[in-house]
T-cell receptor
């Protein structure tokens, strides 16, 4: 149980285009979902926290107008990277939380390459 | 803000031997959770072990155990009988009980397992 999927697993786009990444909890309802960014050989950095039906809470330094997060249902959150640039190239990971357990369950990640 | 420090960027262990990965953290909270996550080359984050701060007993999961020293704010991971499949990045993470389940990660330790 507690499986989280992400789609796509890999995306390559041109500079200036927008990219949408989906995060789904497959067998549970996620009360909270998290979005992380991980640069090569670095740790996971929390970008934002989203709760179903409410606006996402962004970490300091993360541009909310560039990284749009929508948490439309208890099983789906989306991250849209708007007007992507090469410096946005990274590995994006989502996670979900449910119930009383303190741990998060992670998706497999999405590798974004902006040319 | 809580900080998590992993002072060993890389560690190496021979197959079947034991290795200990270090983690220290800084917090003024009395109740919190600590985790070790494993990130293999696939980059899927996998929960290895969890420790509740209010529990004095060290958590154990098969070959994985922790040495939790609350006063010293230390949380090391011991891997016994190391296997080739244990090779991965290991991240220590902190979660405050009132943080909305947000995780604060250390920079990680890359574990190499040699035959």
């Amino acid at each position: 149980g507690a499986v989280v999927s992400q789609h796509p697993s890999r995306v390559i786009c041109k500079s200036g285009t927008s990219v949408k990444i989906e995060c789904r909890s497959l067998d549970f309802q996620a009360t909270t979902m998290f979005w992380y960014r991980q640069f090569p050989k670095q740790s996971l950095m929390l970008m934002a926290t989203s709760n179903e039906g409410s606006k996402a809470t962004y970490e300091q330094g993360v541009e909310k107008d560039k990284f749009l997060i929508n948490h439309a249902s208890l099983t789906l959150s989306t991250l849209t990277v708007t007007s992507a640039h090469p410096e946005d190239s990274s590995f994006y990971i989502c996670s979900a939380h449910w119930g009383d357990l303190p741990e998060q369950f992670f998706g497999p990640g999405t590798r974004l390459t902006v040319l | 803000a809580q900080t998590v420090t992993q002072s060993q960027p890389e560690m190496s262990v021979q197959e079947a031997e034991t290795v200990t990965l270090s983690c220290t953290y800084d917090t003024s909270e009395s109740d919190y959770y600590l985790f070790w996550y494993k990130q293999p080359p696939s980059r899927q984050m996998i929960l290895v072990i969890r420790q509740e701060a209010y529990k004095q007993q060290n958590a154990t999961e098969n070959r994985f155990s922790v040495n939790f020293q609350k006063a010293a704010k230390s949380f090391s991971l011991k891997i016994s009988d190391s296997q080739l499949g244990d090779a991965a990045m290991y991240f220590c993470a902190y979660e405050a009980t009132d943080s909305g389940y947000a995780l604060n990660f250390g920079k990680g330790t890359s574990l190499l397992v040699t035959p």
